[in-house]
Structure formats: structure tokens, C-alpha cells
């Protein structure tokens, strides 16, 4: 369900436990109402004037002492299981070193590289070790369903596997100072591959996710597509739409296979919008100058895969 989202192999787990609590709550809350109800009814003092001595009914007691029992047994395991999982990371688990201080978070990892910003290779285990460098602070990964004390002197540690690409709002949950509303990071979910260029390049290898957190500047872009996100936060719909209407630039709706005219070297020129033509109208905006518009859109550098986002997008329009 898209509203919980659901972002590592720890969300799934500790999401099903609390639906398994609370679906029993349900049914039980449903149940003792249903009875209460049947019951002043059944033996309200019209249909009831007597009261009746009534004695102890054994069949019925062991029942409503097992059942529940059972039941209260059932969440207990469950809800260790999850715990156990939760404590013990794989072996072949990613080891990131997590400080906690007054008020940011900073992550480090084996091969000794620091960031502000945790990235996480998708499907892979990694194991946090979580520590406070002064008071005490609470490590929370909301859609991950993680959440472990980071603790003066002493390391707790938890691990997660994410499941989906994105950028996730990672939290402080203890009120550790002024600025504790403040004390704020993201993990950044990327492709193995990304994360390992990252990792194993030098000191200016890029980071990884860069598209993923210039869509972060603008609220609300996260749920878009990777296009669209790029579109917008590269300010390219500042003049072009996406639904069809003029605006300084051509709209890019139903812009893919449309025949145009284009000035070329200064000759009008027939094409038909391709992948090739979309690329170097982006890259090169002088090269070819739609008919009947002014020469006006600004060259702006994308990476190659924004580059191949923004293309997928718009041939999907
Ligand atoms: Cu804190």
C-alpha cells in the first residue's frame, strides 16, 4: 500500500505484527461490544425481572482463559521473532558507524568515508552501529520501521535492507536540545552499481542520488516520476508544459513521433521527433530552433541519467 510506504525488509516485518495486533483488537472490540449489547438487551429487568443465582460454568472458564491466553502467546512470539530479526544482521552485512550529536547525524563507513547523508545500496543488508557523541538521541527511519537509542557511551546496533529506491527522512526521536526538531538526515536508496562508483571511486567520486535530491529542494517531488522530477527541478516548465498548453517554449505533450519544423544552419527542415532529435534539442537548444519560436531556451547541464529520465518521460506524454 503506497500510503505506508513500505521502503525495506524491516517495514514489511514490523508492519505485519502491529496489523496482526490490531486486527485482533478489532475483532475483540467488535465481539465484547456485540455480547455487551446482546446482553443488556437479553437481560434487561423488562424480559429478565428476577435475578437468577447462577453457578461456575468450568467448560466455559477454560475456554475464555486458554483462548485469550493462546492469543496473548501468539503476539508475544511474533512480536520476538521480529525483535530477533531485528538484532541480528546478516553476516555478509554493510557496517556503517552512526554518531548522534547536538544536532545532526553523521555516517561512516568501512573503507572510511564520511557523509551527512546515509546511501544504501538497494537489496543489500546493512548493519548500523549507532553511538552519541554527547547526550542522548533516538536513530528513526520512519518508512524503514527502524528506530534504535543512540546511547553515550555504548553502541547499539539494528540493520535494514531497503527495498526501494528513494530518498527517506531519517529522524531524531528524543528530545535532546533546542534544535531536536532539527536534527534531520535522509537515507538515500540507490542502485548497487551507483553506490559502488560512489564507494569505491576516489575522494570526488559524485554522490550518489543526485537527481533524487535536486527533486528533494522541492517538496512534493518525491512521488513523481523521475522525469517529471527532473523537468521541475531543473526549472524547465518554467517554459514548457506537460498538458498540452503554450507557454514561452512548445508543449512537450504527444511532442514524441510529431512532425516539425525545424531551423537547422538556417534552413527550415522536416523531422520527426525521435530519441535522438529530444537529446540534442536538450543538450544543444541552438542546434535546431523549433519553428515559430524564439531561440530562447538556455542550455542547461543534466547528467546522463537525467538525460535519460526527462527522454522517457516525455515520450511517454
Ligand atoms: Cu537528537
Known sequence: MEWMNQAALSAQKSDAVFFYVFGLSVVFLLFITALMIYF???????RHPVA??????????????TVPLLL?????????TNYEYMRQAPRDAMVIQVTARQWSWSFEYPNGKKTKVLFAPIGKPMKVEVRSADVVHGFFIPSFRLKIDAVPSRTNTTWFQA?????????????????????LSKVIVVPEDEFKAWYFGGEDAPEPGKNLRAAEAHPGLKD???????LTAKGCLACHSVDGKP??????????????QILVAGAYKNITVDDAYLRRSITNPMDQVVRGYPPAMPPTP????ELDEVVRYIKGL
Open 72 to 80: 496473548f502467546l501468539s503476539i508475544f512470539y511474533y512480536g520476538w
Open 224 to 230: 513523481m516520476p523521475l522525469g517529471l522530477a527532473v
Open 302 to 305: 543534466l547528467s546522463g541519467q
Open 247 to 260: 507557454k514561452v517554449g512548445p508543449t512537450l505533450k504527444a511532442l514524441y513521433g510529431r512532425e516539425q
Open 163 to 183: 527495498t526501494k529506491l528513494g530518498s527517506y527522512d531519517i529522524q531524531c526521536t528524543v528530545i535532546c536540545g533546542v534544535d531536536h526538531s532539527l536534527m
Open 40 to 46: 443488556v438487551v437479553r437481560y434487561s429487568r423488562k
Open 52 to 65: 437468577e443465582q447462577i453457578e461456575g460454568h468450568v467448560g466455559l472458564e477454560i475456554v475464555w482463559t
